[in-house]
Structures are given as C-alpha cells and as structure tokens.
C-alpha cells in the first residue's frame, strides 16, 4: 500500500522554526516531482515549495522564499520542509504530494498521492 505520512508540525511562536518530514512508503517515487502544499481554514490548497526527485531543482511560492527549504533524501524516501521566520499566516494544515510526472507544478492536479497533513500553528 502506497502511503505518504507527514510529520512535524505542532505550535511555534511567530519568528520560530519548524521542520517538517514526508516519509513514502509501498513505493518509490524516484521519477515523480514532490511538493509540499498547505490550507488554512475556509481556503483553497495552495502549493507552497516543489522538488524535481532525481533533479534537486527548488521551486517556492513566493510567500515563502527566503524562509523555507525544500529538501529530499532519496535513500530513506523523504521530503523535508525547514521552516523558518515563521509568520501568523504560515499556519495551516501541510500536505506533501507526490507528483504525476518529473517536472514541479504549482497546481494540485498534476499530484495523485497525498499524505493526510500536518498541522502548524504559529502564534503571534
């Protein structure tokens, strides 16, 4: 069973950091892009950073350049997520997704698998 399991999150005061993992598992996804996105309450999803799995290209929402990094260790078959400066409306629920193909999208559709989320909640 392919599965996708988030973790990490939790409560930070604004400026704080936190670093968030994606373990997959039942698969490899050596040929798939890998992203994380995020959703707050009574929002859309939207992509927050990407990463090419063989490639190591970055790519990030501009709301979060400059403070998050998208990483991957492809021997243990994670994406990590350091966050860093992290605002009030950094929080949301995070989501990783494993992508139809190698290239990052910022759109939802071009992902099939998703893991279940982790919350992150910054205060002010």
């Known amino acids: 069973q392919v599965q996708l399991v988030e973790s990490g999150g939790g409560l930070v005061q604004a400026g704080g950091s936190l670093r968030l993992s994606c373990a997959a598992s039942g698969r490899t996804f050596s040929s798939s892009a890998m992203a994380w996105f995020r959703q707050a309450p009574g929002k859309e999803r939207e992509f927050v950073a990407g990463?090419?799995?063989?490639?190591?290209?970055?790519y990030y929402a501009d709301s979060v350049k400059g403070r998050f990094t998208i990483s991957r260790d492809n021997a243990k078959n994670t994406v990590y997520l350091q966050m860093n400066s992290l605002k009030p409306e950094d929080t949301a629920v995070y989501h990783c997704g494993a992508g139809r193909g190698v290239a990052v999208t910022t759109r939802t559709e071009g992902y099939y698998f998703w893991g279940q989320g982790t919350q992150v909640t910054v205060s002010s």
């Open positions: 990463i090419r799995w063989s490639g190591g290209s970055t």
